[in-house]
């Protein structure tokens, strides 16, 4: 009877073991300090690439002066969605008035601020203020999420954290120590692998997510192993049979060579 309550409270031990180890695997920046703050270093804000829409406003406390530079005006409906304006494969806009402004390569804030001095220099719209932001902001995520997806974005400031939770979030078959970014970075290819139990992950430049960015979840190990069996059943199930066929012919002719 001693015996058996040993070995039942050893299974219990394994067990609870076993669920606490389980939970770790699933917790995010499980090694951060609760109720602390820290100094946010690693902001970012998209940079402008060709084909990307983008949203122009011009503030001004005289509207009729700033009308022609704002496109929704323009079209005297307020309640229609605005089109935007296309950076070109050349990396410009077509800005009215103003004609062709380099846009490529500069931040959302850089094009503002360019907008708003030849607004004022100029002489058109003396007390300019520039709103420009990203209208087809968007990353992809795809791997081992409840729901891969392509993730829209109206702010150009994403996490990691935010895009998984719009996919419905990492499954139990996806690797949290191992997330994969790759990134599009002035014609080259940018790769890190994020570990999201760690506080580590707040610090990395991937952290913040960029337009066009691609999010990879890994599978577990054994999620692969499943996925290969599944889908090497049948090579399997040919080499057994050979296996068995080969065996009985050789049995067959040492059988007939005995007698």
Known sequence: MLMNRKIYLLVALCLLLAGCR??????????APRGVAEDISNLS?????PDDLLYIYIYSQMPEA???FNEETNKGRAAVK???YRVSENGSIAFPILGTIE??????????QILERRLRDEGYVTDAVASVSLMNFHVAVIGEVKQPRMVHSGNS?????????????ITSDGLRNSVVVVRNSDGAQLVDTLDLTSRRVLESPFYYLQQNDIVYVEPTPKKKRKAYRN?????YLQIGVSGISLAYRTIYRISNASR
């Open 66 to 68: 700033a009308n022609p």
């Open 157 to 169: 400031r994403l996490t990691i954290f935010e895009a998984l939770a719009q996919c419905g979030d």
């Open 103 to 112: 846009a490529a390569g500069r931040t959302l804030p850089e094009l503002a």
């Open 45 to 49: 804000t998209a940079v402008i690439l």
């Open 22 to 31: 389980s939970q770790q695997e699933h917790a995010y920046i499980k090694d």
């Open 231 to 235: 889908e090497d059943w049948p090579r």
């Open 82 to 84: 605005p089109r935007g």
